[in-house]
């Protein structure tokens, strides 16, 4: 039956739940064992990571499968593909993915390459678990939605959910992968409480969901941008719009078919991103319309993203700095009010 849990509940349910099927399941990272214990006096797992997702896993599993590491993005992120390319199932979790340049040549160069290099013979399944986007006033290089940069990266898969029951189920998905996987976690989500099945179930990477169903407009979001856009398409409603809302859930491999079917359906999109508006996710989203669903278009595709600029620390500014249901809802007026 369904309970409610918050975003950090369901990750830490799923991460129990895969290691107790899975001995060779492991867990590393920084503060993901310990952190701020004194391990002196007898004190661990006082933090669980930076929002507490792993909170209680080195007391059911012990410290040889919950590993706190040094500070060194490069060497836990390798030493997790080492693992992963020898038999094990490592977690890494890279707290933010603004950290991911200091750790990209392991995936980059090695993790999402094994696999073509030796002819499908070889598995790499790591995950690595990351925290993304703005709204947490944590300045500009805590803030970033970088998910871009992993998607464009061939041989890895990348993953955003929106919702409590879709983190727990993507993220047992991508336990169990054989590819190396980067789950991006919105750090304003967390919080979020929602309905989550009990038990073990998984959520098949590569496959959107409509979220919400209309026939004027299609809204495209991810991770936090889906919220954004149900908002908008309920204030729509007052002007009679109905909207539809597609959840990418995954980045890559990417559910093409759902997206192209929606705007058959609608005629219409708009693609809301919370990444900048260059070489992202809302500009393949757009040329995919324009390439394989160009016959549907009424109009052409609008992008609602947050403009080209580092993420303001300032309150005010970061604010307007992230996509809003009201750029939204004037992305769909001018498109309905566009004359082909």
């Known amino acids: ?34 952190g701020g214990g004194r391990k002196d006096q007898g004190i661990e797992d006082a933090w669980g990571g930076p929002f507490g997702a792993t909170r ?23 030493a997790a593909v080492g693992a992963a390319a020898t038999g094990l199932r490592p ?77 727990k189920g993507l993220l047992l998905a991508s336990i169990r992968d054989d590819s190396p996987v980067i789950f991006c976690e919105t750090k304003s989500l967390m919080n979020l409480k929602g309905e989550v099945p009990e038990g073990d179930y998984e959520i098949p990477l590569g496959r959107a969901a409509i979220v919400r169903a209309g026939s004027d407009v299609t809204l495209i979001g991810l991770g936090r941008t889906v919220h954004t ?67 549907f278009l009424d109009a052409p595709v609008k992008k609602v993203t947050a403009p080209h600029t580092p993420v303001p620390f300032s309150p005010v500014l970061e604010d307007l700095y992230m996509p809003s249901a009201s750029r939204v809802i004037d992305a769909v007026r001018e498109q309905l009010g566009w004359n082909r």
């Open 1 to 34: 039956m369904p309970r409610e849990l918050s975003f950090t509940e369901a990750i830490n349910e799923a991460l129990h739940i895969a290691m107790r099927a899975d001995p060779d399941v492991i867990v590393l990272g920084e503060d993901v064992a310990g």
């Open 229 to 295: 856009s149900l908002e908008a398409a309920e204030m729509l409603l007052a002007d009679g719009i109905r909207a539809e809302v597609v959840d990418l859930r995954s980045l890559y491999p990417l559910d093409e078919a759902t997206v192209l079917e929606s705007l058959r359906r609608t005629g219409r999109v708009v693609v809301v991103d919370e990444a900048p508006p260059y070489c992202g996710i809302a500009s393949e989203i757009s040329s995919l319309c324009a390439d394989k669903g160009f016959d």
């Open 56 to 78: 209680g896993l080195i007391g059911a599993f012990g410290p040889k499968r919950v590993r706190d590491t040094p500070i060194s993005e490069m060497g836990f992120v390798g």
């Open 91 to 167: 977690v890494a979790e890279l707290m933010f993915i603004d950290f991911l340049g200091v750790a990209l040549d392991p995936l980059l160069n090695q993790a999402s390459k094994m696999r073509y290099m030796f002819g499908g013979k070889m598995r790499v399944p790591l995950t690595v678990r990351t925290n993304v986007g703005a709204g947490n006033r944590a300045g500009c290089q805590h803030s970033q939605a970088l998910y871009g940069f992993t998607t464009a990266i061939p041989g890895l898969k990348t993953v955003i959910p929106s919702t409590p029951a879709d983190a």
